[in-house]
């Protein structure tokens, strides 16, 4: 991967005779893969200069992807300059982390509005495509591109790019988690170890530091990370090289100088340190011994429906300020509250309605908040096992991570915190949770499918030998414990045959089949668990725990009212022969349905 820094400043850009050395202009950088897949990392006014280089340069039209990391202005400022927007037969993606609310382009046409610039973006000759991101995976061209929330006022996503046997990470406005690790001390817990797994083995981290420990106290909450704080994960992370990046417009180019031959002597020869430079550019090279690294489970453009945002969040915390102050934080981004007083009172909502988020009080109703925690995460039922439970602190000095992380605890809210670092932290945990169980749309021929379902005749009729059958045949066929015939109605999937289930019906939005109705052919599922659409789907993550699908449309008048299918609960893979012998007992039951 070849490596182009265009802007390196944070905050504000800051050109001038005192940082010449290492560059005024704000967040941008230029990344391109072996093959010429060609990335920018957002779009501050360093990307002013990059657009350009690209228009010199230029002898066909572009094809180019920009990743922008959130919309906070030194971010973004580069947009509306950007040359290649305003040339025509040139397409760029943009990707930005999704809102609860406004579209991407809507935020980014925000700052174009007539009062503050004089060109919108109905003026961009280019094709523009916007793309709203949560966490998780997704390629662009040769290059898979990992997204995860980082710690930052703005809701925020680092990026991990990984192509030709090499990994950048570029992980810029991110503020750790515990304050001890802030100063370069304590242990790495909670969020902060995740953020560690997500650096883990890159090649190139190119890491915000703004702040030094020594600033810090000053600035907390404002969401930037310490010299000391990613000297620490990056050696935990055993990163190979570190760049220093989101230079502080305070500091001038012989602080910065100061900075790093100070974060060099701490890194020794555990990796290469430093300073990312306004027009420099390196090349990314494999090691000898490639690292691996962990995959992320989700789908990083999973579209995220706009029901599935109704998130329930559980407040229980004791301290009458504090609990106001985080049901405002709920409510203002519309997300469902509901409050809890004891334990007691926690443990009955997660049975009855469990939460997509739970903030615990570390001390509520005179009860010790890591047992309720430990008590939900262990309970038989296992209703919020996979909630995130995330502990609420009235300071730093009840944020006992370690026993927290025991309990079960999935992070820590620590007073004092603004009402917008609370909105952006809610929002993250709410969005993460949201995307692992998205249900499928009706088809554009839904009023059709439907008139040709009722007009036949056969919902609600009694079990037939004609179709049994053929599912016991299917059963035997892929030995699996299920086969089944389903007919998807408005809001129900009902089985006309289902050997070897107790029910005849489901609510539609639990079903597999209703995205196979979407396509002819086949629609397989080989591992649930590892699809953002189907992990939290309450037939994978609890009873009856299914872990592979595989349906194959039925017709009646042409129409796709529902499916034959075949599940299991253990991954599967079918083979061409698998896929032909359900194809042809799909025709079966077509003609049974007349």
């Keep these: 991967m070849r490596v182009r820094f265009w802007g390196v400043r944070g905050s504000i850009a800051k050109p001038g005779p005192a940082t010449v050395r290492y560059g005024g202009n704000t967040s941008c950088v230029e990344v391109r893969s072996a093959a010429g897949t060609l990335l920018i990392l957002?779009?501050?006014t360093g990307a002013h200069g990059l657009g350009h280089a690209l228009v010199a340069e230029r002898t066909t039209p572009y094809r180019g992807h920009m990743l922008i990391t959130h919309t906070h202005w030194d971010h973004i400022q580069g947009f509306p300059f950007f040359a290649p927007f305003f040339l025509r037969g040139d397409e760029w993606d943009v990707y930005a982390p999704r809102g609860l609310r406004e579209s991407l382009r809507d935020t980014l046409a925000g700052q174009m509005q007539y009062k503050y610039f004089p060109v919108s973006v109905e003026q961009f000759e280019a094709t523009l495509r916007y793309h709203d991101l949560v966490e998780g995976d997704f390629t662009i061209g040769d290059i898979r591109v990992t997204a995860r929330y980082l710690n930052h006022p703005a809701l925020t996503l680092g990026?991990?790019?990984?192509?030709?046997?090499?990994?950048?990470?570029?992980a810029t406005d991110h503020e750790p988690h515990s304050r001890e690790l802030a100063e370069g001390r304590g242990e790495l817990a909670g969020e902060d170890r995740r953020h560690v797994d997500f650096l883990a083995g890159a090649d190139l981290l190119i890491h915000d530091t703004q702040y030094t420990a020594a600033e810090y106290p000053s600035k907390v909450g404002w969401g930037h990370s310490t010299v000391e704080s990613v000297l620490t994960v990056a050696r935990a992370a055993r990163v190979r090289r570190l760049a220093l990046f989101h230079h502080d417009p305070l500091r001038d180019d012989n602080a910065l100088e100061f900075l790093v031959e100070a974060a060099r002597h701490e890194a020794g020869t555990d990796f290469e340190v430093f300073a990312a430079t306004e027009g420099a550019s390196l090349d990314v090279v494999p090691t000898v011994v490639p690292r691996d690294r962990q995959a992320a489970a989700l789908a990083?453009?999973?579209s995220v429906p706009d029901a599935m945002l109704a998130q329930t969040v559980l407040v229980a915390v004791?301290?009458?300020?504090?609990?106001?102050?985080?049901?405002?934080?709920?409510?203002?981004?519309?997300?469902?509250?509901?409050?809890a007083d004891s334990g007691e009172d926690v443990l009955k909502a997660a049975r009855t309605t469990p939460p997509s988020l739970l903030l615990l009080g570390r001390r509520l109703g005179g009860e010790d908040g890591f047992e309720t925690a430990r008590t939900l995460r262990k309970g038989p039922e296992g209703y919020a096992r996979d909630v995130p439970i995330v502990l609420v602190a009235a300071g730093e000095g009840e944020a006992d991570r370690t026993a927290g992380a025991e309990a079960g605890a999935t992070d820590w809210l620590v007073a004092p915190f603004s009402m917008l670092y609370a909105r952006t932290r809610i929002r993250a945990w709410a969005l993460r949770q949201a995307c692992r169980w998205i249900a499928a749309s009706a088809p554009p021929d839904e009023a059709e499918r439907l008139r040709a379902l009722h007009d036949n005749g056969i919902l609600d009729t009694p079990v037939e030998e004609r179709f049994d059958?053929?599912?016991?045949?299917?059963k035997r066929i892929f030995d699996v414990p299920a086969a089944m015939v389903t007919l998807i109605d408005k809001e129900r999937q009902w089985f006309k045959s289902a050997p070897g289930l107790d029910m005849r019906e489901t609510p539609r939005d639990l079903s597999f089949c209703s995205y196979t109705i979407h396509q002819e052919g086949m629609f397989v599922v080989p591992d649930a668990l590892a699809d953002p659409r189907f992990a939290d789907n309450p037939v994978v993550a609890a009873g009856p725990r299914l872990r592979?699908?595989?349906?194959?449309?039925?017709?009646?008048?042409g129409r796709r009212v529902?499916?034959?299918?075949?599940?299991?609960?253990?991954?599967r893979q079918l083979g061409a022969d698998d896929l032909k012998a359900l194809d042809d007992l799909a025709v079966l039951v077509e003609k049974e349905l007349g």
């Design 42 to 44: 957002d779009c501050g």
């Design 159 to 170: 990026y991990r790019l990984e192509v030709d046997g090499v990994s950048v990470v570029y």
């Design 300 to 302: 990083a453009k999973t």
């Design 318 to 339: 004791d301290e009458p300020s504090l609990r106001e102050r985080l049901a405002e934080a709920v409510k203002a981004d519309d997300l469902m509250l509901t409050t």
């Design 469 to 474: 059958r053929i599912t016991r045949l299917a």
């Design 548 to 557: 592979f699908y595989a349906g194959r449309p039925v017709h009646i008048d």
């Design 562 to 571: 529902g499916t034959l299918c075949v599940v299991d609960n253990r991954p």
